[in-house]
């Protein structure tokens, strides 16, 4: 069965469709990717795609979405400029 492999790429694009469509999940997942998964290794903590994962948890939240109400709530408690602290209270729950 081809389809019972893991597709990156088939996976990224119906990612794409996701976040185009405002899909909640989606947009939480993309702003946690950037997040967590580039911006630790950039330790540029106030670069452009931190505001673009902010931008994504905002449009999540304008939906009423829990989860990125909360984690959007968290990220203003250390201010938008504070991401780096923000990061670190998240890796410790």
């Known amino acids: 069965m081809e389809d019972s492999k893991p ?30 998964l580039e911006a630790p290794h950039t330790q540029d903590y106030e670069s452009g795609n931190l505001l673009e994962a902010k931008s994504y948890l905002t449009r999540a ?8 109400l909360y984690q959007l709530g968290r990220l203003y408690s250390f201010g938008i400029n504070c991401l780096h602290p923000f990061m670190q209270s998240m890796a410790m729950g």
């Open 7 to 36: 597709d990156p790429e088939k996976a990224e694009k119906y990612m794409r469709f996701a976040v185009r469509d405002d899909y909640p999940p989606a947009l939480y997942a993309q702003a946690s990717r950037i997040m967590f």
């Open 61 to 68: 939240a304008e939906t009423g979405w829990p989860e990125a």
